[in-house]
């Protein structure tokens, strides 16, 4: 026990220096608390304000699907260039080495897969998101989905209150069923009813026209996911285009994992989102190491 006798009054007061009140470096996140900031800022890069998450979720939908047969061998190399990883809790466990210490973006709802009728889904429970350390927890949102879309939303509001128990941000994911059309409008739509019900943080798609409305009309952070697989260059070009319109990083998996050369592609999607390269100077880089 300290020993009372020795107490010396504290003298060192800064008077003149006033406390520095910090704001916060992500859009509509100043009034969180510390520990979802906390994490949150080991997914966005503090200088840049952006994030390259590497998604390689798809297996709870699709199975071994292409580039992900052997996680070991194909993604585990590619995880020291992310800033987050986006995965279910399989394949953290069975895979994932613990050593990496990168912000665990974890798949957070699950339910039918591509062979029956998507996004029938239920959420895990949050004891399991604690015990993997999560950093960020991720729902699928089916806006517009006739038969699924009161569920889906019903699972992202109970996420953000599990979440906000222990400090874990969430993040709404768009889904986009078939027959709904990728364009502004809709993506607007849809990202801005996962941030009125609570998700810090949105993952959708980029489309070609009118994007910034999409970014300009949700509060909170967008992230952009890959979508199918295109050439390299215009997947650069997708996310040059993304993050200038006001996105705050992207969530790519397949143009990442399933490109020629993914370490290259996944280090210059980081000059790209980063340093804000220009899509011809990221491929010249990535064609460089082919
Ligand atoms: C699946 C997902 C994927 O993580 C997401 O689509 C990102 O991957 P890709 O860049 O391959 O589209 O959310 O539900």
């Known amino acids: 026990m300290a020993d009372n006798d020795s107490?010396?009054?504290?003298?060192?007061?800064?008077i003149e220096t006033p406390q520095k009140t910090e704001g916060y470096f992500l859009k509509g996140l100043s009034?969180?608390?510390?520990?979802?900031?906390?994490r949150l800022s080991g997914i966005f890069n503090q200088q840049s304000g952006k994030t390259v998450m590497l998604a390689f979720d798809h297996g709870y939908i699709m199975g071994p699907t292409s580039g992900l047969e052997r996680i070991d061998l194909t993604i585990v190399p590619l995880i020291e260039y992310a800033d987050c990883i986006m995965c279910t809790r399989g394949i953290l466990r069975s895979v994932v080495p613990p050593t990496f210490n990168k912000a665990v973006s974890l798949r957070y709802s699950a339910g039918s897969t591509i062979l029956t009728d998507l996004n029938d889904e239920c959420i895990?429970?949050?004891d399991e998101a604690v015990r993997l350390n999560a950093s960020l927890l991720a729902v699928m949102v089916a806006v517009g989905d006739p038969k699924h879309e009161g569920l889906t939303i019903r699972n992202l509001t109970k996420t953000v209150d599990a979440g906000t128990?222990?400090?874990?941000?969430?993040?709404?994911?768009?889904?986009?069923?078939?027959?709904?059309?990728?364009?502004?409008?809709?993506?607007a739509m849809a990202s801005r009813v996962c941030a009125e019900n609570?998700?810090?943080?949105?993952?959708?798609?980029?489309?070609?026209?009118d994007f910034e409305q999409v970014t300009n009309s949700v509060p909170v952070p967008i992230v952009i996911a890959g979508g199918k697989k295109l050439p390299e260059k215009e997947a650069l070009e997708m996310a040059y285009r993304a993050v200038n319109e006001g996105a705050a990083g992207v969530d790519m998996g397949r143009n990442i994992f399933q490109a020629k050369n993914p370490v290259a592609m996944i280090k210059a999607v980081r000059e790209v989102v980063h340093y804000g390269a220009k899509p011809e100077e990221a491929f010249k880089k990535w064609l460089a190491e082919n």
């Open 198 to 209: 609570g998700a810090h943080v949105v993952k959708t798609y980029y489309c070609e026209k």
């Open 124 to 126: 895990m429970d949050i």
């Open 7 to 14: 107490v010396q009054s504290g003298k060192n007061f800064g």
């Open 31 to 38: 009034h969180l608390d510390w520990g979802m900031k906390d």
């Open 165 to 187: 128990k222990f400090g874990i941000p969430t993040m709404g994911v768009t889904a986009v069923g078939k027959e709904l059309v990728r364009d502004a409008r809709y993506l």
